[in-house]
């Protein structure tokens, strides 16, 4: 059993910055790869970001790239989301996700319940 929890979400301007953290509990020991996903009203859960265990590889959906950044504390069983440049669009619950060697993308074992990012225009 692994547990997520999320924090960090908030109301923010557009062009504004936000960090979103997971911590994990439970038997972490099995987590290896762990990423962001987020879903919007009447969206499909979209992809934002993974990392693998060491942190030396990193994947980020297109729709962020190059604004957000994700980073990982083993040591504090942490994983952390650094959003810059908000968009409107970028407006969603955001979750937390974790899975076993190897599982990418779309592999995920464990998800977190959520913190909703609001961004204003």
């Known amino acids: 059993q692994v547990q997520l929890v999320e924090s960090g979400g908030g109301l923010v301007q557009a062009g504004g910055s936000l960090r979103l953290s997971c911590a994990a509990s439970?038997?972490?020991?099995?987590?290896?790869?762990m990423g962001w996903f987020r879903q919007a009203p009447g969206k499909e859960r979209e992809f934002v970001a993974a990392?693998?265990?060491?942190?030396?590889?990193?994947y980020y959906g297109d729709s962020v790239k190059g604004r957000f950044a994700i980073s990982r504390d083993n040591a504090k069983k942490a994983v952390y989301l650094q959003m810059n440049s908000l968009k409107p669009e970028d407006t969603a619950v955001y979750y937390c996700?974790?899975?076993?060697?190897?599982?990418?993308?779309?592999?995920?074992?464990?998800w977190g319940k959520g913190t909703l990012v609001t961004v204003s225009s």
């Open positions: 996700a974790a899975g076993g060697v190897g599982a990418g993308t779309q592999g995920m074992d464990y």
């Open positions: 439970g038997r972490t020991n099995s987590i290896h790869d």
């Open positions: 990392i693998g265990w060491s942190g030396d590889s990193t």
